[in-house]
């Protein structure tokens, strides 16, 4: 099933560009016949619909593609996803990313795909162009989410945070976690899930059932855990607030990032 694109509401008029909407408007039941591989990862962050715009000129083709999440947190995860750490960063939107062609962005519960696809390449100021009027015309509010202002400034690894909405460091019961890396020690992860207080001492209690009782120690309200597929997991709830240090095997190193995030927290 699909509807019919609002071609005045969605995509600008641009001078000199032909515009073309897109008839067919995927949602969550088709989507795997635009992107077959890649559909899963995208609706793993409540994948709404996506609007899809082609302009040409001659013999250039500038292709927009608007995927709508649910909420500014699934947008950010899955934009964080697919962006790189060495692609060049971009004004347009919260935040976006160019490379050779291509120009994505971040704008409210949208996740803003602009690419060349004709026959010749369009040029980057034009792609730049398309991209800026068609966040205008979006006018989503700006901001990344919340919870990332949690996270301690200092040492924080450029372009490392993310957001994975479901099975986070390969378990299914651990979710909604945000995500940053830091230098020292190198490649540290600290990471934080904000549910309910009752939500969050659910996954505690399910992640210590699944390990044998050897391998879970309690200190000072610090879970410890000796994880045999992630390592050393330091965890510690603060209200609605689940809070994890991992890649690292120094529990001084990882109780003090955690108590760090803890005091912005007050």
């Given at each position: 099933?699909?509807?019919?694109?609002?071609?005045?509401?969605?995509?600008?008029?641009?001078?000199?560009?032909?515009?073309?909407?897109?008839?067919?408007?995927?949602?969550?039941?088709?989507?795997?016949?635009?992107?077959?591989?890649?559909?899963?990862?995208?609706?793993s962050?409540?994948?709404?619909?996506?609007?899809?715009a082609?302009?040409?000129?001659?013999?250039?083709?500038?292709?927009?593609?608007?995927?709508?999440?649910?909420t500014?947190?699934?947008?950010?995860?899955?934009?964080?996803?697919?962006?790189?750490?060495?692609?060049?960063?971009v004004?347009?939107?919260?935040?976006?990313?160019?490379?050779q062609?291509?120009?994505?962005?971040l704008?409210?519960?949208?996740?803003?795909k602009?690419?060349?696809?004709?026959?010749?390449?369009?040029?980057?100021?034009?792609?730049?162009?398309?991209?800026?009027?068609?966040?205008?015309?979006?006018?989503?509010?700006?901001?990344?989410?919340?919870?990332?202002?949690?996270?301690?400034?200092?040492?924080?690894?450029?372009?490392?945070?993310?957001?994975?909405?479901?099975?986070?460091?390969?378990?299914?019961?651990?979710?909604?976690?945000?995500?940053?890396?830091?230098?020292k020690?190198?490649?540290?992860?600290?990471?934080i899930?904000?549910?309910?207080?009752?939500?969050?001492?659910?996954?505690?209690?399910?992640?210590?059932?699944?390990?044998?009782?050897?391998?879970?120690?309690?200190?000072?309200?610090?879970?410890i855990?000796?994880?045999?597929?992630n390592?050393?997991?330091?965890?510690?709830?603060?209200?609605e607030?689940?809070?994890?240090?991992?890649?690292?095997?120094?529990?001084?190193?990882?109780?003090?990032?955690?108590?760090?995030?803890?005091?912005?927290?007050?």
């Amino acid at each position: 099933m699909y509807a019919v694109a609002a071609n005045d509401t969605m995509f600008p008029e641009v001078t000199g560009w032909k515009l073309k909407v897109n008839d067919q408007v995927y949602n969550s039941g088709d989507l795997w016949e635009l992107i077959n591989g890649a559909a899963d990862i995208f609706l793993s962050y409540h994948f709404e619909d996506l609007h899809i715009a082609e302009y040409t000129k001659k013999d250039q083709m500038i292709r927009v593609e608007l995927y709508r999440h649910k909420t500014l947190n699934d947008a950010y995860g899955i934009y964080t996803a697919e962006r790189m750490p060495d692609y060049e960063q971009v004004s347009v939107g919260t935040q976006g990313y160019k490379s050779q062609g291509v120009l994505n962005y971040l704008a409210g519960n949208y996740y803003v795909k602009v690419m060349s696809a004709g026959i010749d390449d369009a040029d980057e100021q034009t792609i730049a162009l398309v991209a800026g009027k068609v966040d205008a015309l979006l006018d989503q509010p700006p901001g990344l989410p919340e919870v990332l202002k949690l996270f301690p400034g200092e040492g924080q690894i450029n372009l490392s945070d993310s957001y994975i909405a479901q099975n986070f460091m390969g378990y299914s019961f651990l979710h909604h976690a945000f995500s940053v890396k830091y230098e020292k020690p190198s490649g540290l992860q600290l990471f934080i899930v904000k549910l309910s207080p009752e939500e969050i001492q659910k996954m505690i209690d399910q992640y210590i059932q699944m390990m044998k009782e050897d391998k879970v120690e309690q200190r000072d309200g610090l879970y410890i855990i000796d994880d045999l597929f992630n390592g050393k997991v330091f965890l510690r709830q603060k209200h609605e607030f689940l809070i994890g240090v991992i890649n690292t095997e120094n529990e001084e190193i990882a109780r003090n990032f955690i108590l760090k995030t803890e005091a912005g927290m007050n």
